[in-house]
């Protein structure tokens, strides 16, 4: 069963994602949720999950500071890694694809392009 992490510190963000993505649990993808970095890092290391939606803003630890543990520091690079932010500004970007993000959306983001791109990393 394929596993996806959402972790964001908005409710809103994280029921609009679980709504969105609702098509391919019916597929047999697990859900996991997360309100800020720490929680987020101990679900991956506990559940290692194929796909993350990580925010940039958070509290405890922020996602640059999750995704560069995740990718450089723990040895999970398999692991895919979206950084969903407000903060689109090209330098935030580079940053984040800099310290191992496999992609990044600005919010608010396209809904069928969450769809999409989740249903390639899946391989469905």
């Keep these: 069963m394929a ?3 959402i972790a964001d510190d908005e409710k809103y963000i994280r029921l609009l994602l679980e709504q969105t993505l609702e098509e391919i649990t019916d597929e047999g993808v697990q859900l996991f949720f997360a309100v800020d970095g720490k ?3 101990d ?3 506990k559940e290692q999950p194929e796909l993350v939606f ?3 803003m958070m509290p ?3 996602g640059l500071e999750v995704c560069d543990l995740v990718k450089n520091k ?3 690079e ?3 890694i979206i950084m969903l932010t407000a903060k689109c500004q ?3 970007m580079q940053r984040g694809l800099g310290i191992g993000a496999d992609n990044y959306i600005s919010k608010p983001f396209d809904l069928d392009g969450i769809i999409e791109i989740t249903k390639q990393v899946l391989a469905m």
């Design 60 to 62: 405890k630890l922020t």
């Design 3 to 5: 596993k996806i992490l």
């Design 54 to 56: 990580l925010d940039l």
């Design 78 to 80: 398999k692991i895919y």
């Design 74 to 76: 723990l040895g999970l």
């Design 43 to 45: 679900i991956i290391q």
């Design 90 to 92: 090209v330098g935030d």
């Design 39 to 41: 929680e987020a890092l």
